[in-house]
């Protein structure tokens, strides 16, 4: 590769690369500042106590911190909510919920309080389904985000590199032929 090709090819890996970590920079803060918005705070260490280890151990490093990342989106959905949606439906989903309500509320002999708690945890459960899906939809953005930075980075390194192998490379010294001895 001579000399101007590699320029080309190192400012277009610059220019992607740049794209690309402006991009990243991006997606992380329309995330965060949405996520800001919402003024949640992660739980504090009382507010944990009863879930599974497994849970206390994920939500832990952000114990009574602002919900303002991809990550920390993705530990209150999967390890706060959705515990505190199983632990009050005896690990029922909302959809098996749903359909026990529809049944009974179409059941003339059903337990008409009955009725109406499946009808109350149904709409607890879609309530934290949905604010599930909008946490881990903006933890799939910021992960998007992560992706393209670092691969924005990866690029502009990859550019770099293009570059000084570009211009460290030395042309061959041209030989001079070498005098050939006749024997007469």
Known sequence: MNKTTSMIASLVLFVVGIVLAVAGNFAHG??????KQERIVMPAAEGIANLPQASQDALKPYLGTDLDTGPKAQVYANNYIWEHMMASSQ??????????????????????????????????????????????????FWLMGS??????????AAGALVMLLGFARRPAPLSAPQPTLSHA
């Open 30 to 35: 329309y995330v965060s500042d949405q996520l």
């Open 91 to 140: 690990g029922k989903t909302y959809t098996e919920v749903s359909g026990a309500f529809m049944k009974a509320s179409k059941d003339p002999t059903a337990d008409k309080a009955e009725v109406a708690k499946l009808g109350e945890l149904r709409q607890t459960l879609f309530m934290g389904d949905s604010l599930r899906s909008i946490l881990l939809t903006a933890y799939a």
């Open 147 to 156: 992706i393209a930075l670092y691969a924005g980075y990866a690029v502009i």
